[in-house]
């Protein structure tokens, strides 16, 4: 915490001087500041503007660290909450497309969670991750990528 308060208290990350550069009333920066705060629950949602901005991640950061300190994260009605610019990819990401993870963003690497797939599904799986795709072009260029299911992309396009 006293990181963060030290940060914060420097004099460039003063409201009068994100003021000027964003051409906010710092009174309105505040009071946007303590409406968060002290709101009750607070769920901060976002879109691509925010991701593919050239300080994305770090403003997805700032966002993260902004829920934390405010006690906005951990618990129902509150949460920071990316949209995708599709839903199809939001829907494919739930549903376990990821080479990681099962739906639910559960992780592959658990036993626990690996029981209830293959239970659910009848099939053994492995523990270990798929690829992701640099992996891909690499296993590909030395012949031990064997194959591809494309579901949600048009490659063609992308």
């Known amino acids: 915490f006293q990181d963060w308060a ?7 990350n003063s409201p009068e001087t994100v003021g000027k550069l964003s051409g906010v009333d710092p009174e309105a920066i505040r009071g946007a500041a303590r409406l968060y705060a002290r709101g009750g629950n607070g769920a901060i949602y976002y879109g691509l503007g925010v991701t593919e901005h050239s300080q994305g991640s770090t403003t997805v950061m700032a966002i993260a660290n902004l829920a934390m300190a405010t006690g906005n994260i951990g618990r129902p009605g509150v ?5 995708r610019g599709q839903n199809n990819v939001q829907g494919s990401c739930d549903m376990g ?3 990681h993870e099962l739906p639910g963003y559960r992780h592959i690497s658990g036993e626990a969670v690996r029981d209830i797939y293959e239970s659910l599904w009848g ?3 492995d523990e270990e991750p798929g ?3 640099p992996n ?3 296993a590909a260029v030395d012949g ?3 194959g591809i ?3 949600g992309e048009d490659i063609l396009q992308s």
């Open 144 to 146: 031990s990528f064997k």
């Open 79 to 83: 949460g920071v909450n990316p949209l």
């Open 123 to 125: 099939v053994k799986l």
């Open 136 to 138: 891909m072009l690499d």
């Open 131 to 133: 690829l992701r795709i």
């Open 97 to 99: 497309s990821f080479p």
């Open 6 to 12: 030290s940060f914060v208290a420097l004099p460039e």
């Open 149 to 151: 299911y494309i579901q």
